[in-house]
């Protein structure tokens, strides 16, 4: 399945003075900032975002936002953000923005 390509250019749109690396992975498109996945536009729909695993209960607890789940295993520090969430630029960028600063608290690769 392909990713949401409108998706995929908001977030370009919103990192676009970033230095990012764009990635196909998961059947998604991955935006990296210093090596790291921040987010990922999945080719299942929405995102996957990167966060710090201590805040993950709190943000799970808000609506169409879920673990990231991975052969039958949560992945700690990552969510799923369903794509009605994603509709309005500023919830957009809510959640790009909270990959890319808990990315970039992570050692370069």
Request: glycine share 10%.
């Amino acid at each position: 399945m392909a990713y949401d390509e409108d998706l995929a250019n908001r977030v370009r749109e919103l990192v676009g003075r970033e230095p990012v690396v764009e990635k196909r992975m998961f059947g998604g498109l991955a935006f990296l900032a210093r090596g790291n996945m921040a987010v990922v536009v999945r080719g299942k729909g929405g995102l996957m975002v990167r966060v710090d695993p201590a805040e993950s209960g709190d943000l799970q607890a808000r609506p169409g936002v879920d673990a990231m789940v991975m052969r039958d295993r949560e992945l700690a520090g990552w969510l799923v953000v369903e794509p009605a969430r994603l509709a309005l630029d500023a919830d957009l960028k809510e959640w790009v923005d909270r990959g890319f600063a808990y990315a970039k608290t992570l050692p370069a690769k």
